[in-house]
Nanobody
Framework: QVQLVESGGGLVQPGGSLRLSCVVS????????IGWFRQVPGKEREGVSCITSKDVSTYYTGSVKGRFTISRDNAKNTVYLQVNNVKPEDTAVYYC??????????????????????WGQGTQISVSS
């Protein structure tokens, strides 16, 4: 059984930092691209960042470039999202996801998101002073 479990969210002041973790079980993490997504109630889910399986290339949506860093530790079956200099607009539920159909080059396409079978339950980041 495949499981993805996110943790590390919380309430943070603007300019603060958090590190999100996504622990994956039930599949060989080293063979999968992994994406981080976020969603605000009433809005579409947004692709935030992605890391490839083979060459560990990283991808970021424009609004988080320079502030978020994705990384992976295959030995720990974990993918991380370091979130720095947070802004109120970063407030959302953050999800990690994977699937053999998830490719970092297209991970953020809304139609592709519908194809991914494996999602975590989400972790909330709330940015407020």
């Amino acid at each position: 059984q495949v499981q993805l479990v996110e943790s590390g969210g919380g309430l943070v002041q603007p300019g603060g930092s958090l590190r999100l973790s996504c622990v994956v079980s039930g599949l060989p993490l080293e063979d999968y691209d992994i994406g981080w997504f976020r969603q605000v109630p009433g809005k579409e889910r947004e692709g935030v960042s992605c890391i490839t399986s083979k060459d560990v290339s990283t991808y970021y949506t424009g609004s988080v470039k320079g502030r978020f860093t994705i990384s992976r530790d295959n030995a720990k079956n974990t993918v991380y999202l370091q979130v720095n200099n947070v802004k109120p607009e970063d407030t959302a539920v953050y999800y990690c996801a994977t699937d053999l159909r998830l490719s970092c080059e297209t991970y953020y396409y809304p139609a592709k998101m519908e194809e991914y079978d494996y999602w975590g339950q989400g972790t909330q980041i709330s940015v407020s002073s």
